[in-house]
């Protein structure tokens, strides 16, 4: 079967409906012998009412823990025989994701379904972020 995709980026954050949105974003590289690469952004604005010394390390604690999340995603990818990496991206969660889906040219851009309770819609997932992330990369989105 010949290659449709070069590089699929799926978007984390850990937890059970991360591991299903992982699953899904392996069982899609497989099918398309794609490249993998999983993605932890995190926007660290909210830390900006501390004091300022305490910011750096609350930062790194943070990327520290997206890193891990994310290598336990790659081991389960290479554990299913898919070539897998990752990356952690401070800033606007947007943003973020379409840079490195420029970045790594990616032709697919995975996003998990939100939890009822969070702040961010499904509506807004499949109607606007999936839009602009396609107008901007090119990239097709699957909401999973």
């Given at each position: 079967m010949e290659?449709?995709?070069?590089?699929?980026?799926?978007?984390?954050?850990?937890?059970?409906?991360s591991i299903r949105t992982q699953q899904r974003a392996i069982e899609l590289a497989k099918e398309r012998n794609a490249r993998l690469v999983f993605i932890f952004v995190f926007d660290a604005r909210f830390l900006e009412q501390y004091t300022a010394p305490r910011v750096p390390a609350m930062e790194d604690e943070i990327q520290k823990m997206g890193e891990f999340l994310l290598l336990m995603a790659k081991e389960r990818a290479e554990k299913a025989g898919v070539e897998a990496d990752y990356t952690v991206r401070m800033g606007k969660f947007?943003?973020?994701?379409?840079?490195?889906?420029?970045?790594?040219e990616a032709s697919l851009v995975v996003l998990g379904r939100p939890a009822d309770n969070n702040f961010t819609t499904l509506d807004y997932l499949e109607n606007r972020l999936s839009s602009s992330i396609t107008e901007e990369t090119g990239a097709e989105v699957m909401v999973v």
């Open positions: 290659a449709t995709e070069t590089t699929i980026l799926c978007a984390t954050r850990g937890g059970e409906a947007r943003s973020s994701l379409i840079e490195a889906a420029n970045e790594l």
